[in-house]
């Protein structure tokens, strides 16, 4: 069974701060996926990034950054200089490779809020 | 444009009164899926569909149906739905790895 824990329900910063969510997950599978997803306000489910388990190497991409280490079970995501319109839900998922992506275990979610 | 559309967005009804939500996608994805959202549980797999007649149950099936006689389609069926079901329920469909979300419909049961 998979569990995907994220145990920042809310967090709330100004902009231009720096924010990391983290993501902790459980698999006995060697090898699968792991994703974010942003929820804006208005409720559509947006993906992110998709890394395989695999391949360590972090990534950034503009404003956002992830931290994937397969030691610690962990899959974090940094916005760097925070802006109003990052405020969303984000949640980090797990698919066992096995699966080919079938599966998807969500976390609960964080709730992030930038204040101007 | 690449979409996956679900109607209605939003139903309000009452137990036992049988309905369905839709979701279509033009992408010719074999992949489909259902998930419904809840306040601190995160998504939860409802059902998926790996092609046209093949579907599976995922983590939260009970109470609900599927089925799959043409690619685009993959409705849910909520037989006699109950206020437990009362949720925001997402379609997806797959494209390589990756799922793709539809816009979401607001259910609430009476």
């Known amino acids: 069974a998979q569990k995907v824990t994220q145990a920042q329900t809310e967090i709330s910063v100004v902009e231009k701060e720096d924010v990391t969510l983290d993501c902790v997950y459980e698999t006995r599978d060697t090898t699968y996926y792991l994703f974010w997803y942003k929820q804006p306000p208005s409720g559509e489910l947006v993906f992110l990034i998709r890394r395989n388990s695999f391949d360590e190497q972090n990534e950034i991409s503009g404003r956002y950054s992830w931290n994937f280490q397969k030691s610690t079970s962990s899959f974090n995501f940094t916005i760097t200089a925070s802006q109003v319109v990052d405020s969303a839900v984000y949640f980090c998922a797990l698919s066992p490779r096995s699966t080919s992506g079938s599966r998807l275990t969500f976390g609960e979610g964080t709730q992030l809020t930038v204040n101007p | 444009e690449a979409q996956v559309t679900q109607n209605p967005r939003y139903l309000i009804t009452v137990t036992g009164k049988k309905l369905t939500v839709t979701c279509s996608q033009n992408m010719n994805h074999e992949y489909m899926s259902w998930y419904r959202q809840d306040p601190g549980l995160g998504l939860r797999q409802i059902y998926y569909?790996?092609?046209?007649?093949?579907?599976d149950k995922g983590d939260v099936p009970e109470g609900y149906k599927v089925s799959r006689k043409e690619k685009r389609n993959f409705p849910l069926i909520l037989e006699s739905p109950s206020p437990n079901q009362t949720s925001l329920y997402f379609c997806?469909?797959?494209?390589?790895?990756?799922?793709?979300f539809g816009p979401g419909t607001r259910l609430t049961v009476l």
């Open positions: 997806a469909s797959r494209w390589g790895i990756t799922q793709y």
């Open positions: 569909s790996m092609n046209v007649e093949v579907t």
